[in-house]
C-alpha cells in the first residue's frame, strides 16, 4: 500500500509500520540529536502515536534531557525515535530506520529553539551541499582518493588531489 511505511532496526529485532503521510520530515541540527545518532545531521519523519504500531520486538528508550525519550534497538543499537513531553502525541522517527528512506525526503529545517526534540543548538548548524558529486557509476566501488581528486578538492597542506587523467 502506497500510504504505508515499514520500518525496522539494523538487526531486525524491531520492525514498525506507520500508515498515513507523516505530519512534517525535517532536518534536526541539534547536539542531543548528533550524539544519540553519530551523524552531523538528523532527518525525522514526525507520525501521530496513533499512526504506526511495532510489529515485532520493542524500542528502547532513553532519557536524553528532562522530558525527552531517545528510542533505539536494545540488541544492535540502532537509532529509531524520539519522543518529546512537548509533542505528546508524536513520534519523531529517524529516516534511516525506514526501509525506503527516500520516500520521505525533508522540506525543511528545525528552528533552532523548538519543541522538537526539547533541545536547543548548542553547536553551529552544518551547511549541508546538496550540489556535492553523485559517486558515479552505481555498484562500482571507488577509492576515496580517487573520488576527492576528481572533484579538485584541496587536501590539507594546499595540495591539489586531482588525478593524472582524471
Ligand atoms: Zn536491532
Ligand atoms: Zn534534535
Redesign the pocket.
Given at each position: 500500500m502506497n500510504d504505508q511505511f515499514e520500518g525496522g532496526c539494523l538487526c531486525g529485532a524491531v520492525r514498525f509500520v506507520a500508515t498515513g503521510q507523516p505530519k512534517w520530515v525535517a532536518w534536526?541540527h541539534?547536539q542531543?540529536?548528533r550524539k544519540h545518532s553519530g551523524a552531523p545531521v538528523?532527518v525525522f519523519a514526525a507520525f501521530e502515536r496513533t499512526a504506526y504500531v511495532v510489529t515485532k520486538g520493542g524500542i528502547t528508550k532513553f532519557n536524553s534531557s528532562p522530558g525527552t525519550r531517545r528510542g533505539f534497538c536494545g540488541k544492535c543499537g540502532s537509532t529509531l525515535t524520539c519522543e518529546s513531553d512537548r509533542l505528546p502525541t508524536e513520534t519523531h522517527f529517524h529516516v534511516g530506520a525506514f526501509d525506503q528512506a527516500a520516500r520521505l525526503p525533508p522540506t525543511r529545517h528545525?528552528p533552532p529553539r523548538s519543541a522538537?526534540?526539547g533541545?536547543t543548538w548548542a553547536t553551529p548548524k552544518l551547511e549541508i551541499r546538496d550540489q556535492s558529486p553523485p559517486a558515479r557509476e552505481p555498484g562500482k566501488v571507488y577509492s576515496a582518493a580517487s573520488l576527492i581528486g576528481s572533484t579538485g578538492l584541496r587536501l590539507p597542506g594546499g595540495r591539489s588531489n586531482r588525478l593524472a587523467g582524471s
Open positions: 534536526c541539534c542531543s540529536c538528523s528545525i522538537c526534540c533541545y
